[in-house]
């Protein structure tokens, strides 16, 4: 059974920071895609950043870069999101997924998807 389990969300000030994790069992990441994504309240799903199998390809949207960094451990089946300089538009219940092509995180068709954390960036 895939499960894709994510952790290290909270509340946090404007300008914190905090870093999510998605660990997966059922699943070799090596062979994965991983894309984080975000829902906020009364908003749709937003891509967030992807990572490749290598970690050599990244994307970020543009609301984080310079301030979100993607990585992979793969010899730990895990995938890692540093947030800095949070603000509160970054309130959001934050998912990661998986899929077998690059391209696939790109236009959100993950087929493996975790439940989700939630973030709240709030003073």
């Known amino acids: 059974q895939v499960q894709l389990v994510e952790s290290g969300g909270g509340l946090v000030q404007p300008g914190g920071s905090l870093r999510l994790s998605c660990a997966a069992s059922g699943l070799p990441l090596n062979y994965y895609t991983i894309g984080w994504f975000r829902q906020a309240p009364g908003k749709e799903r937003e891509g967030v950043s992807c990572i490749s199998t290598s970690g050599s390809d990244t994307y970020y949207v543009d609301s984080v870069k310079d301030r979100f960094t993607i990585s992979r451990d793969n010899a730990k089946n895990t995938v890692y999101l540093q947030m800095n300089s949070l603000t509160p538009e970054d309130t959001a219940v934050y998912y990661c997924?998986?899929?077998?092509?690059?391209?696939?995180?790109?236009?959100?068709?993950?087929?493996?998807w975790g439940k989700g954390t939630l973030v709240t960036v709030s003073s």
């Open positions: 997924a998986a899929a077998p092509l690059f391209r696939l995180c790109m236009n959100h068709a993950m087929p493996y």
